[in-house]
């Protein structure tokens, strides 16, 4: 009976979907139509032209008029993306979408985004409120516009509110969260400070590898720890069953990052600057970015825009080129509270004691009861509602003050060169980022976007008390202090999210940068590299060699080399047919990346028994885990062998793993299916829509077509499940022509539109697809409205 209920509920989503979309063509309000409408705000006459793949190219008298537009044509695309994401931070998913989202929600109320994204559109400059305002009057009027909704609100049976300049400074919030959240990173610092000698903290989170050190021209901010053997040696005593502590160190995270890079003059065939941007970012449907072209007075911006923000995000404006990768930097801080004793609602500061601010919160949940806790804070931030000791801990976080976020970026329209742009990024709020940069000229730069704290008393890696007075922040890093990097003799600049400053520089950046490989691959190929264009950019951003695994295909080849075994020598084949890169045919790669992650676990998470017992939610991540693991097994100490119970030493222990990694590889294949050791069969890219879980039956129609792909965790050409290149950008300002773009996806978030997944074979392939939008299509006029007429 339950089974006939399902597919009846299926069927009638199908029909419901099928009527929804002969709505759509009848009142013509898919993306693809011709319109002509009427718009309040309008100061004149403006239009948009539609490509063959739903980009638009907008028309307009002014910026107010061309944000407009934008906001207007973006929601007819996008408006339930749109309205996830301010959900998302303002804590209301679970109120359309159920209780399994009351967590989350309850976590966006304590850090109180909502509050923080209204405190900031009371304090931005006149000028970005009225593109906030104009963008949030083109959304509404779209909205209106709609004789059918997008098929998700029916589904969820809601309707979308109002837009409001707040909501696009909580889409901003959202990158500023997905990007620059690092108190877990923190957390565990902490827990491992507390459980394990210095040294041993010390050796397992090195601030660099060999790679970064060799970008840095062997000017790293220290040396590499060695071997700590007398201390480790000790916290291997007595620590039980493996079974006990296995999974206490994983695979770290890929960064949500980026790759990004300039070259210069000197390295083109004719004198042009190129960027290349490619962002990593969950993978999604549809995708994070819109592509756009906006054209206003003398202005014309190309590239990709944020849906609900008013903001050309990474392209150019025909004289300069601009791209963003994330710092990984630090820009949070735990603050460890110390209660009064006496009153625990009252806390130390250097002022002495202070009440708590508390406010209460209510989150509403579809299908239960409302959620009411009540939410504390200090004058450093919100109170966590859970740490993982005993200490009461505050935030204190760049993305909560007000003054840190803005629209400053909106001037990039106007920069004629790198170093006005390099200005305006130093001077702009937002997500701390690397700002690469390439101007007309011919001239490359980099720098960082966003306010990165100025510490003192304190490095931020670890959490503290702040009540002495003796620590803390002393604002932020004044925009001329902030590093700068003008065409520099390489005649290129890289950035991949590793450490780009040595420790020379004076301020805390961060701690927890991704190792160098990346950075370190493309410019080894930059160096070699004469006469670039632009298709040679594009072929560097799909480059896949994985030279980082070579260390673990020498040693698996080692643990087989004198084995007699016929399933080991025909591994041994497998692994030394590996050809060095990640492809789709790369044949044993799959072995050696879950080699790796059973080496990660097996030899790093006995170290770390004593933070269980500090945090019993302790795990072990690092981006540059791979430095201790390598040490240690390239130097194998027999007394810090992690399992001596079973295995008499580190060949024996390491073989069970190498045979272990060849057994998740085959799981579900028979063993004669050779097929099973090639990369595109265990790499297969999958991005699904938020609903196609609870509507099976339409996974065909909401996900984009699964496929094998090209690229790993430590490629250039970055993919992993659910994470990878958001888009690919090349381009060269002055040259938009010669441009390349495109993204997974499409265009639209309606399931029934020709541009749901229209770029997604080029973006899986790597197809090339021009930046520019191609020749129009359709074409949406529009005209003002005045109050009276209204």
């Given at each position: 009976?339950?089974?006939?209920?399902?597919?009846?509920?299926?069927?009638?989503?199908?029909?419901?979907?099928?009527?929804?979309?002969?709505?759509?063509r009848?009142?013509?309000?898919?993306?693809d139509s011709?319109?002509?409408?009427?718009?309040?705000?309008?100061?004149?006459?403006?239009?948009?032209?539609?490509?063959?793949?739903?980009?638009?190219t907008?028309?307009?008298?002014?910026?107010?008029?061309?944000?407009?537009?934008?906001?207007?044509?973006?929601?007819?695309?996008?408006?339930?993306?749109?309205?996830?994401?301010?959900?998302?931070?303002?804590?209301?998913?679970?109120?359309?979408?159920?209780?399994?989202?009351?967590?989350?929600?309850?976590?966006?109320?304590?850090?109180?985004?909502?509050?923080?994204?209204?405190?900031?559109?009371?304090?931005?400059?006149?000028?970005?409120k009225?593109?906030?305002?104009?963008?949030?009057?083109?959304?509404?009027?779209?909205?209106?516009?709609?004789?059918?909704?997008?098929?998700?609100?029916?589904?969820?049976?809601?309707?979308?509110?109002?837009?409001?300049?707040?909501?696009?400074?909580?889409?901003?919030?959202?990158?500023?969260?997905?990007?620059?959240?690092?108190?877990?990173?923190?957390?565990?610092?902490?827990?491992?400070?507390?459980?394990?000698?210095?040294?041993?903290t010390?050796?397992?989170?090195?601030?660099?590898?060999?790679?970064?050190?060799?970008?840095?021209?062997?000017?790293?901010?220290?040396?590499?720890?060695?071997?700590?053997?007398?201390?480790l040696?000790?916290?291997?005593?007595?620590?039980?069953?493996?079974?006990?502590?296995?999974?206490?160190?994983?695979?770290?995270?890929?960064?949500?990052?980026?790759?990004?890079?300039?070259?210069g003059?000197?390295?083109?065939?004719?004198?042009?600057a190129?960027?290349?941007?490619?962002?990593?970012?969950?993978?999604?449907?549809?995708?994070?970015?819109?592509?756009?072209?906006?054209?206003?007075?003398?202005?014309?911006?190309t590239?990709?825009?944020?849906?609900?923000?008013?903001?050309?995000?990474?392209?150019?404006?025909?004289?300069?080129?601009?791209?963003?990768?994330?710092?990984?930097?630090?820009?949070?801080?735990?603050?460890?509270?110390?209660?009064?004793?006496?009153?625990?609602?009252?806390?130390?500061?250097?002022?002495?004691?202070?009440?708590?601010?508390?406010?209460?919160?209510?989150?509403?949940?579809?299908?239960?009861?409302?959620?009411?806790?009540?939410?504390?804070?200090?004058?450093?931030?919100?109170?966590?509602?859970?740490?993982?000791?005993?200490?009461?801990?505050?935030?204190?976080?760049?993305?909560?003050?007000?003054?840190?976020?803005?629209?400053?970026?909106?001037?990039?329209?106007?920069?004629?060169?790198?170093?006005?742009?390099?200005?305006?990024?130093?001077?702009?709020?937002?997500?701390?980022?690397?700002?690469?940069?390439?101007?007309?000229?011919?001239?490359?730069?980099?720098?960082?976007?966003?306010?990165?704290?100025?510490?003192?008393?304190l490095?931020?890696?670890?959490?503290?008390?702040?009540?002495?007075?003796?620590v803390?922040?002393?604002?932020?890093?004044?925009?001329?202090?902030?590093?700068?990097?003008?065409?520099?003799?390489?005649?290129?600049?890289?950035?991949?999210?590793?450490?780009?400053?040595?420790?020379?520089?004076?301020?805390?950046i961060?701690?927890?940068?991704?190792?160098?490989?990346?950075?370190?691959?493309?410019?080894?190929?930059?160096?070699?590299?004469?006469?670039?264009?632009?298709?040679?950019?594009?072929?560097?951003?799909?480059?896949?060699?994985?030279?980082?695994?070579?260390?673990?295909?020498?040693?698996?080849?080692?643990?087989?080399?004198?084995?007699?075994?016929k399933?080991?020598?025909?591994?041994?084949?497998?692994?030394?047919?590996?050809?060095?890169?990640?492809?789709?045919?790369?044949?044993?790669?799959?072995?050696?990346?879950?080699?790796?992650?059973?080496?990660?676990?097996?030899v790093?998470?006995?170290?770390?028994v004593?933070?269980?017992?500090?945090?019993?939610?302790?795990?072990?991540?690092?981006?540059?885990?791979?430095?201790?693991?390598?040490?240690?097994?390239?130097?194998?100490?027999?007394?810090?062998?992690?399992?001596k119970?079973?295995?008499?030493?580190?060949?024996?222990?390491?073989?069970?793993?190498?045979?272990?990694?060849?057994?998740?590889?085959?799981?579900?294949?028979?063993?004669?299916?050779?097929?099973?050791?090639?990369?595109?069969?265990?790499?297969?890219?999958?991005?699904?829509?938020?609903?196609?879980?609870?509507l099976?039956?339409?996974?065909r129609?909401?996900?984009?077509?699964?496929?094998?792909?090209?690229?790993?965790?430590?490629?250039?050409?970055?993919?992993?499940?659910?994470?990878?290149?958001?888009?690919?950008?090349?381009?060269?300002?002055?040259?938009?022509?010669?441009?390349?773009?495109?993204?997974?996806?499409?265009?639209?978030?309606?399931?029934?539109?020709?541009?749901?997944?229209?770029?997604?074979?080029?973006?899986?392939?790597?197809?090339?697809?021009?930046?520019e939008?191609?020749?129009?299509?359709?074409?949406?006029?529009?005209?003002?409205?005045?109050?009276?007429?209204?």
């Amino acid at each position: 009976m339950r089974k006939i209920t399902l597919y009846t509920l299926l069927g009638l989503t199908v029909l419901a979907l099928a009527c929804m979309y002969t709505a759509y063509r009848f009142v013509g309000m898919l993306p693809d139509s011709d319109i002509k409408a009427d718009l309040k705000g309008l100061s004149a006459p403006a239009y948009s032209e539609i490509d063959n793949y739903g980009i638009p190219t907008i028309h307009a008298n002014n910026k107010e008029d061309a944000f407009l537009l934008l906001g207007f044509i973006t929601a007819r695309d996008r408006l339930f993306q749109m309205d996830l994401l301010r959900r998302h931070m303002a804590g209301r998913l679970a109120e359309v979408m159920g209780p399994e989202l009351k967590n989350t929600d309850r976590w966006h109320r304590v850090m109180g985004f909502e509050q923080v994204a209204h405190a900031i559109v009371e304090r931005l400059p006149q000028e970005q409120k009225r593109v906030l305002e104009a963008y949030a009057l083109g959304v509404n009027q779209a909205i209106k516009s709609l004789a059918v909704l997008p098929p998700e609100f029916s589904l969820l049976g809601y309707n979308p509110s109002a837009w409001r300049p707040e909501d696009s400074l909580l889409v901003i919030l959202g990158m500023e969260e997905d990007l620059g959240w690092t108190g877990d990173e923190e957390r565990m610092t902490t827990v491992m400070e507390a459980a394990l000698p210095k040294s041993v903290t010390q050796f397992f989170l090195p601030p660099v590898d060999l790679y970064t050190t060799r970008l840095l021209n062997g000017k790293a901010s220290t040396a590499i720890p060695s071997i700590p053997t007398k201390e480790l040696s000790a916290l291997l005593h007595n620590i039980g069953n493996p079974e006990y502590y296995a999974g206490l160190a994983t695979k770290a995270p890929p960064p949500k990052g980026s790759n990004g890079w300039v070259v210069g003059s000197a390295k083109t065939w004719d004198g042009r600057a190129i960027l290349a941007n490619d962002m990593h970012l969950s993978l999604r449907v549809p995708n994070i970015w819109y592509r756009a072209e906006i054209r206003y007075g003398d202005v014309a911006l190309t590239g990709l825009t944020l849906p609900g923000v008013p903001l050309l995000v990474v392209g150019s404006n025909g004289n300069v080129a601009w791209g963003f990768t994330n710092i990984e930097g630090d820009f949070v801080d735990l603050v460890s509270l110390e209660i009064n004793p006496t009153d625990a609602g009252s806390y130390r500061t250097p002022k002495g004691w202070m009440k708590f601010n508390e406010r209460e919160e209510t989150v509403k949940v579809k299908g239960e009861a409302d959620l009411t806790f009540r939410v504390q804070s200090t004058e450093w931030g919100p109170v966590l509602p859970e740490f993982s000791s005993v200490t009461p801990t505050a935030v204190h976080w760049v993305a909560l003050d007000p003054e840190a976020t803005d629209l400053h970026l909106l001037d990039l329209d106007a920069a004629k060169n790198v170093i006005a742009a390099q200005k305006i990024f130093n001077q702009a709020g937002g997500p701390p980022l690397n700002a690469l940069v390439a101007d007309s000229q011919g001239n490359i730069g980099w720098t960082y976007t966003g306010k990165i704290p100025k510490r003192f008393g304190l490095d931020g890696s670890v959490s503290r008390s702040w009540a002495n007075g003796l620590v803390g922040w002393a604002g932020y890093i004044l925009p001329e202090e902030l590093p700068r990097l003008l065409n520099p003799p390489s005649g290129f600049i890289v950035n991949a999210n590793q450490r780009m400053l040595d420790s020379s520089y004076p301020y805390v950046i961060g701690h927890y940068f991704d190792h160098g490989y990346r950075a370190y691959r493309i410019s080894e190929r930059l160096l070699e590299a004469k006469n670039i264009t632009e298709r040679e950019m594009f072929a560097l951003q799909l480059d896949t060699k994985a030279e980082f695994y070579r260390f673990y295909q020498q040693l698996a080849l080692s643990l087989l080399e004198k084995s007699q075994d016929k399933e080991q020598i025909h591994l041994a084949e497998i692994l030394n047919k590996w050809d060095g890169f990640a492809e789709r045919d790369s044949v044993g790669f799959a072995v050696l990346v879950e080699f790796r992650k059973l080496l990660l676990d097996a030899v790093i998470s006995p170290f770390m028994v004593k933070c269980r017992e500090h945090d019993p939610k302790f795990r072990f991540t690092s981006t540059m885990a791979d430095v201790p693991l390598q040490q240690l097994l390239t130097a194998k100490p027999p007394s810090l062998l992690p399992d001596k119970q079973h295995f008499p030493n580190w060949e024996a222990f390491l073989l069970k793993l190498l045979i272990q990694a060849e057994g998740k590889v085959l799981a579900g294949h028979s063993a004669d299916f050779q097929e099973v050791f090639a990369w595109g069969t265990v790499n297969q890219v999958a991005i699904a829509h938020p609903f196609s879980d609870s509507l099976p039956l339409l996974q065909r129609w909401l996900d984009m077509p699964q496929a094998a792909v090209s690229g790993c965790d430590e490629c250039v050409r970055m993919y992993t499940p659910g994470i990878g290149d958001s888009e690919r950008l090349i381009v060269s300002p002055g040259r938009e022509g010669n441009g390349i773009l495109h993204m997974p996806g499409g265009q639209s978030g309606h399931p029934l539109s020709p541009h749901y997944g229209d770029q997604q074979q080029a973006w899986t392939e790597g197809i090339v697809l021009p930046l520019e939008a191609g020749t129009s299509q359709h074409r949406l006029e529009f005209v003002p409205i005045t109050e009276l007429q209204n």
